[in-house]
């Protein structure tokens, strides 16, 4: 079946340091999404990605979408405490009937 | 906007008993919600697909018997967990697709419901 693999599964990183976590499906994505979850709480939507080799910026996070539509990636600039939670991406095929399919996530940890 | 409510938020049951958790869309209709069980440390397994006015459809492996899905409304949709066991103790988040939304599949969700079971 469709499958969406994401590593790593822990990152631990210093307050200012750079994070980023990748997704890889062997089979082209229609669509790739990226949520937050915080500790305790939900997952909330931060981005879509649709075009091949898409790039889009939220202030410090960069999400890319790779040219065959089959990896993306999200990088945090200078992690700060409020970046803590796990970051899921979420793919989405032609034929999924709106169903998200998960990647396993990556948790930012910030070192004291 | 595109705020979805779940309630009970936490919820302790007796073994052998049934549980019913809400999932409200409150300022937007859904014509689609998505149910999604998630355990410690792990990402989100998607249980069931609900469509309003239709049988809702399982991913493989959930018993529909024991998880019985209603969308009876535009804006709610059930999920009951009948006759409960300790194994069922979990996180139970719903979804909800905006089906005005700007951007295409983009769910929304709630807040999640802790459901131990003793």
């Known amino acids: 079946g469709q499958q969406v693999m994401q590593i790593p599964q822990y990152q631990h990183v210093q307050e200012g340091e750079d994070f980023t976590t990748y997704c890889n499906s062997s089979?082209?994505?229609?669509?790739i999404q990226w949520y937050k979850q915080r500790p305790g709480g939900h997952p909330v939507f931060l981005i879509q990605?649709?075009?091949s080799g898409e790039v889009k910026k939220q202030k410090r996070l960069t999400f890319q979408f790779g040219e065959a539509k089959k990896n993306s990636s999200l990088h945090i600039t200078a992690t700060q405490t409020t970046d803590v939670g796990t970051y899921f991406c979420a793919g989405i095929w032609e034929d999924s009937n709106y169903q998200l399919i998960w990647g396993a996530g990556t948790k930012l940890i910030i070192k004291p | 906007g595109a705020v979805v409510s779940q309630h009970p938020s936490r919820v302790i049951c007796k073994s052998g008993t049934s549980v019913k958790i809400e999932c409200r869309s409150l300022?937007?209709?859904?014509?689609?919600m998505f149910w999604y069980r998630q355990f410690p440390k792990q990402s989100l397994m998607l249980m069931a697909t609900s469509n309003e006015g239709s049988k809702a459809t399982y991913e493989q492996g959930v018993e529909k018997d024991k998880f019985l899905i209603n969308h009876a409304s535009l804006t709610l949709s059930t999920l009951t967990v009948t006759s409960a066991h300790p194994e069922d103790s979990s996180f139970y988040i719903c979804s909800a697709r905006d089906i005005r939304g700007s951007i295409a599949y983009e769910q929304y969700f709630g807040p999640g419901t802790r459901l131990t079971v003793t």
């Open positions: 300022d937007f209709q859904a014509t689609t």
């Open positions: 990605l649709v075009k």
């Open positions: 089979t082209t994505l229609s669509n």
